[in-house]
C-alpha cells in the first residue's frame, strides 16, 4: 500500500484542525526567533535573517560550516568554473538550453515529452495542485502510468496552503494525494507538516524548493515554475512570470538521480534507486546529436551541501563589471550583504530586480524592509511591473554577460540554509544571448527605487513581515 493513501477525513485529522496549525505555527516560530538570538547575538541593521547565521540553525548537521574562499575573487586566475567545482557542482555535458518564458511554452514541450515516455517520469516540485490551467499535465501524468510506464511525483506539503484565491479562479483546486488516488502514478509528500511530527523540530522547516521533471533519463526541466495554480493562471489572473530551461542530459540526469531517490526514500514506504529515475540509456540516444555545451550542476541538499551560497560567492567574487539579479523574493542576510559590499568596492555594479506584484501584503513589506541597506551600500534596486498583475518569480543571476544561473534558488536565507534547491550554469554565447534579451525586455517595465522611497518601507510592520518570513520566505 502506497504511502500517505489516507481518506479525506484522516488526513484532515493529521495534519490538524486550521487554528492548532496556526497555534503551532506560531510557537515554532516563537522558538526558532529564540534560538536565532542566543546563537546570533544581537540583530543588525539586516534583521533577523544575520540572527541565525552565526550560529548556524542546521549548522549541527555536519556539513561545511563556510564555502570556501582560498583562491577565489576577481583578482584570482581561477575561473569562476573551476571555483564552482571546487566546491560541490558538478561539470555536465548538456544540449543547449530551451528557455520557456512562459506557462503556455513549457506545458506544451512538457505534455509532448510525456506523451513520448517510455522508461520513466520523475516529478519533484514545491508546490502541486491541478487546477483549471493545469489540468491536462495531471491527466498526461495519469495517462502515461496507465499505459505500465513508472510515474513517481513528489510534492512538498507546503503545497496544502495557498495565501491567496483569485475570485476568477474555479473552485476545484485539488492536492495531488487526491488526484492521484486510486491511479497508478506513485506519489509522496516531501516533510509532511503534521502535528504528530511537531518532534522533528528544526527539521520540519526544511523544504524542497526544486522543481524538476525528468523523462527517461535524458530529458530534464527545471527552473522556476511549480505545477499549481499561481505558475499556470493567466497573468492578469495573478499568475507567475517564470523561467524553466529544458535539456537533453545523460550527465545531468545521472547526477541528480541518487538525490531524487533519496528524497523520495525518506517519504515513501516503496523505495527506488537511481536506475527508477534515470534508466540505462543506449550509447547514441534519439538527441545525442543536438548540440552539446558544458554546464554546471548545483544540487543542494540540506546536511550535505551549500551550492546556493557556493553559486552567490562565485559570482560576486568574480565579477568585474556587472551583476544582475532577478529575485522577487531578495532578502540579503548578512552574508549576501557582505558579498554585495565587496564587489561594490571593487566597482561592480550590482542591480537587483524585484516584483511590484507579491504573492502576499506580508510578503511585499518583508522584500521591501531590505532595500534599504542595498542601496545604501551603492547597488541598483527595480520594481518590474507586469502588464497584468502577475508576479515576476523568475530566478536570474547573470555575471558580466558572462555567466548565467537559472534554477529554483532565492536569494535569501532560506535558500541559503533551508531549502533543497537547483541550479543550471551556463557560459555559452547562445544562452546568454537570450538571456540577455528577455532581462532587456523586463528592464522596459521596471523603475528605479530611490532611497526616499525605501526609507518608508523601514517602519516597524515591514521588520515584523520581514521577522517572521525569515524562516518562511
Not at 258 to 266: C, Y
Not at 374 to 401: E, P, T, W
Amino acid at each position: 500500500m502506497q504511502k500517505n493513501s489516507y481518506s479525506p477525513a484522516i488526513r484532515l485529522a493529521l495534519r490538524g484542525i486550521p487554528l492548532y496549525g496556526i497555534a503551532f505555527g506560531v510557537l515554532a516560530l516563537l522558538a526558532i526567533i529564540s534560538a536565532m538570538l542566543i546563537l546570533g547575538g544581537c540583530a543588525t541593521s539586516q534583521g533577523a535573517g544575520s540572527l541565525a547565521e552565526s550560529g548556524g540553525l542546521l549548522n549541527s548537521a555536519g556539513f561545511a560550516e563556510s564555502v570556501g574562499r582560498a583562491n577565489s575573487g576577481a583578482g584570482s586566475t581561477q575561473s569562476i568554473e573551476t571555483f564552482l567545482e571546487s566546491n560541490g557542482f558538478s561539470r555536465i555535458q548538456t544540449s543547449e538550453p530551451i528557455i520557456h518564458y512562459s506557462a503556455e511554452s513549457w506545458k506544451a514541450s512538457l505534455l509532448s515529452t510525456i506523451v513520448q515516455a517510455k522508461k520513466s517520469v520523475f516529478v519533484l516540485v514545491f508546490l502541486a495542485n491541478r487546477n483549471e490551467f493545469d489540468a491536462e499535465i495531471y491527466d498526461a501524468l495519469i495517462a502515461k502510468a496507465a499505459e505500465g510506464v513508472p510515474v513517481y511525483f513528489l510534492f512538498d506539503a507546503t503545497s496544502y496552503e495557498r495565501v491567496f484565491h483569485n475570485p476568477k479562479w474555479n473552485d476545484e483546486i485539488v492536492a495531488p494525494s487526491e488526484v492521484f488516488r486510486g491511479t497508478k502514478v506513485k506519489w509522496a509528500e516531501f516533510n509532511p507538516l503534521r502535528l504528530e511530527r511537531i518532534a522533528a523540530l528544526p527539521w520540519l522547516l526544511v523544504r524542497d524548493h526544486r522543481k524538476i521533471v525528468m523523462v527517461d533519463g535524458e530529458t530534464i526541466y527545471a527552473g522556476g515554475y511549480n505545477l499549481n495554480i499561481y505558475s499556470f493562471a493567466p497573468l492578469d489572473q495573478n499568475g507567475n512570470e517564470d523561467a524553466m530551461i529544458e535539456i537533453q542530459s545523460l550527465d545531468a540526469a545521472r547526477t541528480l538521480a541518487p538525490s531524487l531517490a533519496e528524497a523520495w526514500n525518506q517519504f515513501s514506504v516503496e523505495l527506488l534507486n537511481s536506475e527508477d529515475i534515470a534508466p540505462s540509456v543506449s550509447a547514441n540516444p534519439p538527441n545525442a546529436s543536438k548540440d552539446k555545451v558544458h554546464a554546471w550542476l548545483g544540487n543542494q541538499v540540506i546536511g550535505e551541501t551549500r551550492s546556493i551560497e557556493t553559486l552567490y560567492r562565485g559570482i560576486f567574487d568574480y565579477a568585474q563589471e556587472e551583476i544582475w539579479l532577478v529575485q522577487a523574493f531578495a532578502m540579503p542576510t548578512d552574508t549576501i550583504m557582505q558579498m554585495v559590499k565587496q564587489a561594490l568596492q571593487r566597482g561592480v555594479r550590482v542591480n537587483i530586480m524585484l516584483s511590484e506584484d507579491q504573492i502576499s501584503p506580508a510578503m511585499d513589506k518583508a522584500v521591501r524592509y531590505t532595500v534599504l541597506p542595498l542601496l545604501q551600500a551603492g547597488a541598483h534596486v527595480f520594481i518590474y511591473k507586469s502588464a497584468g498583475n502577475a508576479f515576476l518569480h523568475y530566478k536570474l543571476a547573470m555575471m558580466d554577460r558572462k555567466i548565467v544561473a537559472l534554477g529554483s534558488p532565492n536569494f535569501n536565507y532560506r535558500s541559503l540554509r533551508l531549502s533543497n534547491e537547483i541550479v543550471f550554469v551556463f557560459d555559452n554565447e547562445r544562452t546568454i544571448d537570450v538571456v540577455s534579451q528577455n532581462l532587456s525586455e523586463l528592464q522596459k517595465r521596471a523603475r528605479p527605487v530611490s532611497i526616499e522611497e525605501a526609507q518608508k518601507w523601514r517602519g516597524f510592520s515591514y521588520f515584523m513581515s520581514y521577522l517572521l518570513s525569515v524562516p518562511g520566505g
